[in-house]
């Protein structure tokens, strides 16, 4: 975004400075995913949820869902925003 952060021993400066705008994709939430997952597990229904994180360390109600016997599959991996995102 064009900050100018100066790196110092204890930490990190922000300096004063023009910031630009810039196209970025936010995941969605898992644990408000999680909400209508386990609502579709519950009515044995399916769901398409697109565009969920599924970072290891945040998705573990999916994780779940399956050990306990619910079809669970991942579509269309890949990586937005520095994250990993699937449908």
């Avoid at 630009?20 to 408000?32: Q, T």
């Avoid at 573990?60 to 399956?66: D, K, N, P, W």
């Amino acid at each position: 975004m064009g900050a100018i952060i100066e790196h110092q021993t204890d930490g990190l400066t922000i300096m004063p400075s023009k910031l630009h705008n810039v196209d970025v994709c936010v995941p969605g939430d898992p644990s408000s995913a999680a909400f209508f997952a386990a609502a579709a597990v519950l009515c044995g229904r399916s769901i398409r949820i697109r565009s969920v994180g599924i970072n290891p360390t945040r998705s573990a109600f999916f994780r779940s869902l399956e050990l306990m016997g619910a079809d669970i599959s991942f579509h269309n991996e890949r990586n937005e925003g520095g994250e990993p995102v699937a449908d």
